[in-house]
């Protein structure tokens, strides 16, 4: 079973920047789709964005569409969030998570979760 891992969580004023990763613990399969979602306290967990790892096909929630851009380093067997002109409602605890199959915005079609990282965004 592939393992994910984030990293790239901390502290960022609002407007700047930050790069998420989502490493795997080995190299996927070509239909093999991540996606990253995010929950903030008392909220449910919401979709971002999602890529298919083989030919690079990519989805995002509207509220981050042309801030984030999602990405796939296939060498370092790892997928990227960009994070642009962040805002204070970014603010949420982001997870990866892997499914062998077609990209999703729906949570429960992924069967593989990392263990999320914080991503703070100040006023």
């Known amino acids: 079973q592939v393992q994910l891992v984030e990293s790239g969580g901390g502290l960022v004023q609002a407007g700047g920047s930050l790069r998420l990763s989502c490493a795997a613990s080995r190299r996927t399969s070509s239909t093999y789709a991540i996606g990253w979602f995010r929950q903030a306290p008392g909220k449910e967990r919401e979709f971002v964005a999602a890529?298919?790892?083989?030919?690079?096909?990519?989805i995002y929630a509207d509220s981050v569409k042309g801030r984030f851009t999602i990405s796939t380093d296939n060498a370092k067997n790892t997928v990227y969030l960009q994070m642009n002109s962040v805002k204070p409602e970014d603010t949420a605890v982001y997870y990866c998570?892997?499914?062998?199959?077609?990209?999703?915005?729906?949570?429960?079609?992924?069967?593989?979760w990392g263990q999320g990282t914080q991503v703070t965004v100040s006023s």
């Open positions: 890529i298919s790892w083989s030919g690079g096909s990519t």
């Open positions: 998570a892997g499914r062998d199959n077609s990209m999703s915005s729906i949570a429960t079609r992924y069967d593989r």
